[in-house]
C-alpha cells in the first residue's frame, strides 16, 4: 500500500489546519479558501487526500507522511517574506469599530458579526457575546487598541480562539478557550495591544459543568 492511501490521524488533521491557518496569516490564502479547505481537511480519510490541500502552498512544513508518495520531494521552503495580519483586510474595506470612552458597551443575542472587528476603547467595560450572533464567516478577527479596559468576549461550546497576536502592556490576557485550528462555528484572531487593560476568552457561564454531566 501507498503512504497516500494510509488512514489518518485527529492529530494529523489538526496539525494541517495549524498549517491552514498560517498560510492565511502569510496572506497565501484568503478565508474563503481558508474554509473550503479546512472542510477538505477534516473530512480527509488519507494522506493523500490531506495533503492535496497543501500541495501548492510554498513554504509550508509538510511532515513526509503526508507527502503522496515516498519519492516525491517536499515543497521548497520560501524565502522570509512579511506577513500580514491575519486575517488581513482589504485596504479599501471598512472595517466596523466599537468606540467607547468611559462607557459600558455590550453585544449580545442575534447581534451580526463582521469578518473583522475593531474595539477602539478607553476605560471602558466591554462584553461581546458570540453564543447566539449570527457569523459570516467562520474565522472572525478581532483588532484590539484599548487603554485600562476590561474585555470580555464570551464564545460558544466548541469556538476556538488565538489570542497569540495580541500585545500586553502591563495588562493582562487570557484566554480558557482551545486555541485552534478552526473547527467549530467560531475561531476568534485577537491582536492589536492592551495598555493597563485585560482581555478574557471564555465559553458561557456553566458550560464546563454542562459537559461534565452530558
Do not use: C
Not at 73 to 78: F, I, K, Q, T
Not at 162 to 184: M, W
Amino acid at each position: 500500500m501507498e503512504s497516500r492511501d494510509l488512514r489518518v490521524s485527529d492529530a494529523e488533521r489538526e496539525h494541517v489546519g495549524t498549517l491552514l491557518q498560517r498560510a492565511v496569516g502569510q496572506g497565501m490564502l484568503s478565508l474563503g479558501e481558508f474554509t473550503e479547505r479546512m472542510d477538505t481537511a477534516l473530512a480527509a480519510k488519507t494522506r493523500g487526500e490531506l495533503n492535496a490541500v497543501l500541495i501548492d502552498l510554498p513554504g509550508m512544513q509538510v511532515r513526509p507522511e503526508y507527502l503522496p508518495h515516498p519519492t516525491q520531494p517536499g515543497p521548497v521552503p520560501a524565502p522570509p517574506m512579511p506577513a500580514p495580519a491575519y486575517p488581513a483586510p482589504s485596504p479599501h474595506m471598512q472595517v466596523p469599530t466599537i468606540r467607547g470612552r468611559m462607557s459600558n458597551l455590550s453585544r449580545k443575542g442575534r447581534w451580526e458579526v463582521p469578518p473583522v472587528l475593531r474595539l477602539d476603547t478607553v476605560l471602558s467595560s466591554v462584553t461581546l457575546d458570540f453564543t447566539e450572533a449570527v457569523m459570516r464567516t467562520q474565522v472572525v478577527r478581532i483588532q484590539v487598541d484599548d487603554y485600562l479596559s476590561s474585555i470580555t468576549l464570551v464564545v460558544p461550546a466548541e469556538a476556538t480562539a488565538d489570542i497569540n497576536g495580541l500585545d500586553t502592556v502591563a495588562a493582562s490576557a487570557e484566554s480558557k478557550v482551545r486555541n485552534g485550528p478552526p473547527f467549530g462555528p467560531l475561531h476568534l484572531i485577537v491582536d492589536g495591544t492592551v495598555r493597563l487593560g485585560s482581555v478574557n476568552v471564555k465559553h458561557p457561564l456553566g458550560t464546563t459543568l454542562r459537559k461534565l454531566l452530558g
